[in-house]
Nanobody, 122 residues
Framework: QVQLVESGGGLVQAGGSLRLSCAAS????????MGWFRQAPGKEREFVAA????????YYTDSVKGRFTISRDNAKNTVYLQMNSLTPEDTAVYYC???????????????WGQGTQVTVSS
């Protein structure tokens, strides 16, 4: 049974930081990309960042480049999203997902976590 379990969300002031974690279990993800998506109220789910599990190569959406860093810990089967310089526009439910390496499209991600809320106050 595949499980992706996110943690680390919460309430933070603008300019602050949070680190999200995604613990993966139930299968080998070495041929997958591990990604983070987010969905704000009334908006579509959007790609944030992803990392190819085998190579460790990350890629980001433009709005978070220089502020967010995605990384992985192979030993712990965990992916992280370090978020710095947060703004109210980053407020959303953040989802961890596993899918096709190189993809930014949510429908190309097969496995999803339950989501964790990130709220940034102004």
């Amino acid at each position: 049974q595949v499980q992706l379990v996110e943690s680390g969300g919460g309430l933070v002031q603008a300019g602050g930081s949070l680190r999200l974690s995604c613990a993966a279990s139930g299968r080998t993800f070495s041929r997958y990309a591990m990604g983070w998506f987010r969905q704000a109220p009334g908006k579509e789910r959007e790609f944030v960042a992803a990392i190819t599990w085998s190579s460790g190569i990350p890629y980001y959406t433009d709005s978070v480049k220089g502020r967010f860093t995605i990384s992985r810990d192979n030993a712990k089967n965990t992916v992280y999203l370090q978020m710095n310089s947060l703004t109210p526009e980053d407020t959303a439910v953040y989802y961890c997902a596993a899918g096709r390496p190189g993809s930014r499209r949510y429908h190309e991600y097969s496995y999803w976590g339950q989501g964790t809320q990130v709220t940034v106050s102004s």
